[in-house]
């Protein structure tokens, strides 16, 4: 799992046996429910509930595993079913309105720029989109090897723009604080890599500075380009390889395809058209 991943899970049991009071093996069904009942009273949403029973459910049944307790108390526990989540999506103007409101004259302004067409041209993660590294970008050639969940390696396509802004900041890329942080592409003022927390600062005022009124983040590019690459005509398992995607079925959800550019599609395909 990834480090997000694992820093949650840890944070999600280690805080349900503190709030608890009890050694996992004294904890039962009864006390999972009730404190359950108490997180989602204080606006706990579905989606995190859900994942605090998930990683109570492998913490038991590691326990069960070591032999410390016989039963999984978690195996009497539902998690709350959850519908298809659709993030708020960017239409093609208002992308290009944000990307128009970085004054590149400012100070790592022309660095803003390239990690917002980055993000959108190359439906990266946050994550992979801060730890880019410099030897990964393959201009000549067009493409980026990015490293995503697991350490899994995927090349997208990196599309004029996107190289055009890359380009335009290199000149002006910090010096790094160390020579650990050479080979990153987008630094801080401070030489370092730049953290997950800045990029969705950095999406959230040209969001402001561009009038977008939604409630977005860094996914929300990705979301988005996903989206216009299927309302535009891409394959779908072409989608789901740029996206890195395990299962289409994630894409499917994901790319939010509206109903008359797959119905569209099927009717133009169809072997009794």
């Known amino acids: 799992m990834s480090p997000n991943t694992v820093t949650s899970y840890c944070h999600d049991v280690s805080t349900f046996l503190d709030a608890c009071e009890l050694e996992p093996r004294a904890v039962t069904p009864a006390d999972i429910e009730s404190y359950l009942g108490k997180v989602t009273a204080k606006g706990l949403s579905k989606r995190s509930t859900a994942r605090l029973v998930s990683a109570l459910r492998n913490f038991f049944a590691w326990c069960v595993e070591e032999g410390e307790i016989k039963d999984n108390p978690c195996d009497r526990v539902d998690a709350p079913k959850l519908g298809k989540y659709l993030p708020a999506v960017l239409s093609v103007e208002e992308v290009s309105a ?93 030489g370092k890599p730049i953290s997950r927390v800045s990029l969705f600062n950095l999406v959230k005022t040209q969001a402001m ?65």
């Open 98 to 190: 944000i990307l128009d409101s970085v004054d590149l004259k400012a100070p790592y302004g022309k660095r803003n720029r390239a990690i917002l067409e980055v993000l959108y041209g190359c439906g990266l993660r946050v994550s992979e989109a801060a730890s880019l590294r410099i030897s990964h970008i393959h201009l000549k050639e067009g493409f980026v090897d990015v490293t995503g969940k697991g350490n899994k390696q995927r090349l997208v396509p990196l599309g004029d723009m996107a190289a055009d802004a890359i380009l335009a900041y290199l000149p002006d890329r910090p010096t790094p604080a160390s020579a650990a942080y050479d080979d990153f592409l987008f630094l801080s003022r401070f």
């Open 209 to 273: 500075a561009a009038g977008i009124r939604k409630e977005i983040s860094p996914h929300t590019f990705r979301h988005s380009f996903a989206t216009h690459l299927i309302e535009n005509g891409a394959d779908l398992r072409i989608v789901q390889e740029m996206l890195g995607h395990e299962s289409i079925l994630t894409t499917e959800i994901y790319t939010h395809i509206d109903s008359s550019t797959w119905h569209k599609s099927v009717l133009e395909h169809h072997p009794r058209k």
